[in-house]
């Protein structure tokens, strides 16, 4: 079956480490998103793609980088300079290009600090 | 203000209760979404709308477009059913959807 993996289901990092967390889809889709939930708060974009190679700055960019090599793959990595990086990830997927596709969401990467 | 928000935040209900929660926006958007949160994180997506109404079991989720508002419904709620759920707003420009805070369901037995 399609969908989308994020790995590892629990991180933990120590001060000053980077981290990088997985988001591989086998869903055929030229776009995906990388959102960050914080406890009773709604989703945050950080970065997003819509094709490969490219990718743009979201709502919450800062201390996160993003590569997309691969149409499959949209590794997040969280960086030191990320000051609080304690929170819940996702990682989604749709169709790019054409308005009104729904998004396909991974099961999420809990990040916590050491 | 924020541009999408969902009423109540909280909503507790007996088992076979007719729910309904609500999501106004202020913005104009070519669809808008509902999605599901299980406790564990994951999100499921349930509907995705740009005019009308639409239906899938017991769920049913409609939208006003000129009253920029959209309602889920769920009849018959079961203990199953407790989630937060989202109604994510797509913009007009693209892809990108804005988030709401949720609504936090808990269907007791």
């Known amino acids: 079956d399609g969908g989308i993996t994020q790995s590892p289901k629990y991180l933990f990092r120590k001060e000053g480490q980077n981290v990088t967390l997985s988001c591989e889809q086998n869903?055929?889709?030229?776009?995906m998103y990388w959102y960050r939930q914080d406890p009773g708060q709604g989703l945050r974009l950080i970065y997003y793609s819509q094709i490969v190679n490219d990718f743009q700055k979201g709502d919450i960019a800062e201390g996160y980088s993003v590569s997309r090599e691969k149409k499959e793959s949209f590794p997040l990595t969280v960086t030191s300079a990320q000051k609080n990086p304690t929170a819940f990830y996702l990682c989604a997927s749709s169709v790019a290009g054409r308005h009104n596709q729904p998004q396909h969401f991974g099961d999420g990467t809990r990040l916590s600090i050491l | 203000k924020n541009e999408v928000e969902q009423s109540p935040q909280n909503l507790t209900a007996q088992e076979g209760e007719f729910i309904t929660i609500n999501c106004s926006y202020s913005?104009?958007?070519?669809?808008l979404h509902w999605l599901q949160q299980h406790p564990g994180g994951g999100i499921v997506s349930l509907f995705m709308?740009?005019?009308g109404k639409k239906k899938h079991g017991r769920l049913i989720a409609t939208i006003n477009i000129q009253e920029k508002h959209s309602s889920l419904h769920i009849t018959a709620s079961h203990p199953r059913d407790s989630a937060v759920y989202i109604c994510?707003?797509?913009?007009?420009?693209?892809?990108?959807?804005?988030f709401g805070e949720g609504t936090q369901l808990t269907v007791n037995p």
């Open positions: 994510p707003l797509q913009e007009t420009s693209g892809s990108r959807l804005t």
């Open positions: 913005v104009g958007i070519s669809a």
């Open positions: 869903l055929n889709h030229d776009a």
């Open positions: 709308l740009s005019s």
